[in-house]
C-alpha cells in the first residue's frame, strides 16, 4: 500500500472524471527513460498475458522502475487499486515525414461500463509539436463509439497534441478519443502504452481527505458563485467541442461516474439530477 | 476542356442551427492542392456553417433530428450537427 502522500486528491479525481484525462509532465528521471529507450531499441520489453498482476510483470527492467516510482503507483492505485491487471501494452511508432495522421478513434471496442480501465501512455523521449505527439479530445470518454467510427473527425476545438519532455505520462479513460498525429521530423516517435483493469471496485480509491463534509451539498445555480475550485466546480466545466445540448449530458455522466467512485449516491451538480428524481410520492 | 473536381467540408456545429458555432472539422480536397488530416489545425475554417455558405460552401446534407431511442435519452455518442459541404473546381488538367 502507498502512502497517502503519493495518492490523487479529489480535485485531480474530479478532472479525471470531467475530462477522461490526467496529464503528468516530466514525472519519470532522465535514467530511467534513457534506459526504457535502450530496451525498446533492443525490442526487449515483454509484457504478459491479458489478466496478469501488475506485480508479476516487467521484473527486473526499466519499466518495472517507472512503474515502482511513488507517484506512477499512486495515481495507478487512485485509479484502478494496488495490484490492477495487465491488459495489454503496445510499443507505439510513428514513422519519420509519415503523409497523414492515424484516424481518431477510442481504444478497444465499445464499453458501456461505468467502471473503466485506464491506459498509461509513457513518452521516454522529447515530443515536439512536428513531431505530431498524441492527440487526444477531453472530455470525449463517455460517449458511445465504436473504435474508429469517429475516424471522420479531423479536427475539434480543444483538442490537445502531447508536446512534452522526456519522461511525461498520460492517464486516460479507456474511452477517450484520441490518435497519432501526423510525424513531421525525420525521426521515429516513441510512444509506451499500458492498459490496465481494476482488480477492486473502484471505490474512494484515492485520498479523500480533502473533500469536505458538505462538498456534495446542493448550490446556487446559474451564478458565479459556483466558480470555486471544488469538486462541483470542475466537473460542471464544458469543452470547447460539447454541443450545446449534449453538453449538459455530458455534464449528466460526470455525475454518474463520481456518485459510482464515491458512493456518494446524492451528489449532484446545478441540480441536473436532483430535478429529475424530484418525484414526490 | 473542363475538369472538375470536388472539394469536401464537413462543419460539426455546437446546434440543429446552419448559423451556430463551428466545433469540428473536416475536409478533403478532390483537386489534390491540399492534403488534409487528423489533428491538422486548432483554427475552424469559419466561425459558423454560415460563414461558410457566404464563402461559396454548397450544402449537400443537413443533420435529421432523430428523437432519442428509449433508454437511450442521457447517453452521448456521435456528434450530432455534422453539415457536408462541397466546392467545385475547375483543375483544367
Not at chain 1, 506512477?72 to 497523414?100: C, M, T, W
Not at chain 1, 485506464?118 to 515536439?128: A, C, E, K, N, S
Not at chain 1, 445540448?245 to 455522466?253: D, H, T
Not at chain 2, 442521457?74 to 488538367?93: I, N, R
Amino acid at each position: 500500500m502507498i502512502d497517502k502522500q503519493h495518492l490523487l486528491n479529489s480535485q485531480q479525481m474530479a478532472e479525471f472524471v470531467a475530462r477522461g484525462f490526467l496529464r503528468f509532465d516530466e514525472l519519470v528521471p532522465a535514467e530511467i527513460n534513457e534506459a526504457v529507450m535502450r530496451d525498446i531499441d533492443r525490442q526487449a520489453i515483454k509484457g504478459a498475458p491479458a489478466g496478469t498482476p501488475l506485480s508479476q510483470c516487467y521484473a527486473g527492467t526499466a519499466l518495472r522502475h517507472m512503474l515502482d516510482l511513488p507517484a506512477v503507483q499512486g495515481l495507478i492505485q487512485s485509479l484502478v487499486g494496488e495490484d490492477p491487471l495487465f491488459d495489454h501494452d503496445a510499443i507505439h511508432v510513428r514513422e519519420p515525414n509519415e503523409g497523414k495522421a492515424q484516424g481518431l478513434h477510442a481504444d478497444s471496442i465499445i464499453d458501456l461500463r461505468t467502471h473503466f480501465d485506464i491506459q498509461l501512455m509513457y513518452f521516454p523521449h522529447d515530443v515536439p509539436l512536428e513531431m505530431g505527439g498524441t492527440l487526444l479530445l477531453p472530455g470525449s470518454h463517455f460517449r458511445r463509439v465504436n473504435e474508429m467510427d469517429v475516424a471522420a473527425y479531423q479536427n475539434m476545438r480543444g483538442q490537445i497534441a502531447m508536446v512534452c519532455k522526456a519522461g511525461t505520462l498520460l492517464a486516460l479513460h479507456h474511452g477517450i478519443w484520441h490518435c497519432g498525429r501526423q510525424n513531421k521530423t525525420d525521426r521515429r516517435r516513441y510512444m509506451f502504452k499500458l492498459r490496465l483493469n481494476p482488480a477492486v471496485r473502484q471505490l474512494r480509491l484515492w485520498n479523500t481527505q480533502d473533500l469536505e463534509p458538505d462538498y456534495q451539498s446542493q448550490r446556487e445555480i446559474y451564478t458565479r458563485n459556483a466558480r470555486d475550485g471544488g469538486v462541483q466546480d470542475i466537473l460542471s466545466r464544458r469543452e470547447p467541442w460539447f454541443e450545446a445540448a449534449s453538453g449538459r449530458l455530458e455534464i449528466v455522466n460526470r455525475i454518474k461516474l463520481w456518485r459510482f467512485l464515491t458512493g456518494d449516491n446524492e451528489f449532484d451538480v446545478h441540480y441536473w439530477l436532483g430535478r429529475l428524481e424530484n418525484k414526490p410520492a | 476542356m473542363a475538369t472538375i473536381r470536388q472539394q469536401v467540408l464537413t462543419l460539426y456545429l455546437a446546434t440543429s442551427a446552419l448559423d451556430s458555432r463551428v466545433l469540428g472539422w473536416s475536409m478533403y480536397d478532390g483537386t489534390g492542392d491540399q492534403a488534409h488530416t487528423t489533428g491538422d489545425s486548432d483554427t475552424p475554417p469559419y466561425e459558423t456553417g454560415l460563414d461558410a455558405l457566404r464563402d461559396g460552401w454548397r450544402l449537400l446534407q443537413l443533420p435529421v433530428l432523430i428523437p432519442p431511442y428509449p433508454g437511450e435519452e442521457y447517453s452521448t455518442s456521435f456528434m450530432k450537427y455534422g453539415f457536408v459541404f462541397e466546392k467545385l473546381e475547375d483543375t483544367g488538367a
